[in-house]
């Protein structure tokens, strides 16, 4: 039965995970921050596969004994705005 709701906040400085019962309240935390990387002034940039790593980490983390993938009802996801990944088409990468 799917009894929670997993919550994916991937900001400019971390990453986090919470889950959720079904009544909404909060049951698991997970948080992993991010390298930031200043190529010139006023600018940040960050590694896309770190973030990706991050994701599956604390999602990974959040769901222990008791809590599988299948007993997720929804995921909600809030990410950076102003954020583009680019990607080769060929590689995948």
């Not at 698991?28 to 930031?36: F, I, M, S, T």
């Not at 599988?68 to 809030?78: F, V």
């Amino acid at each position: 039965m799917a009894d929670y709701i997993l919550s994916i906040d991937q900001g400019t400085t971390s990453t986090r995970a919470l889950l959720f019962d079904k009544s909404g309240s909060p049951m698991r935390v997970r948080q992993k921050e991010l390298r930031q990387i200043f190529p010139k002034d006023g600018w940040v940039e960050h590694d896309a596969e770190e973030i990706w790593a991050a994701t599956l980490e604390v999602c990974r983390g959040v769901l222990t004994s008791g809590t599988a993938a299948a007993n997720i009802a929804a995921i909600g996801i809030t990410n950076q705005r102003e954020t583009t990944v680019l990607w080769d088409r060929a590689t995948g990468k």
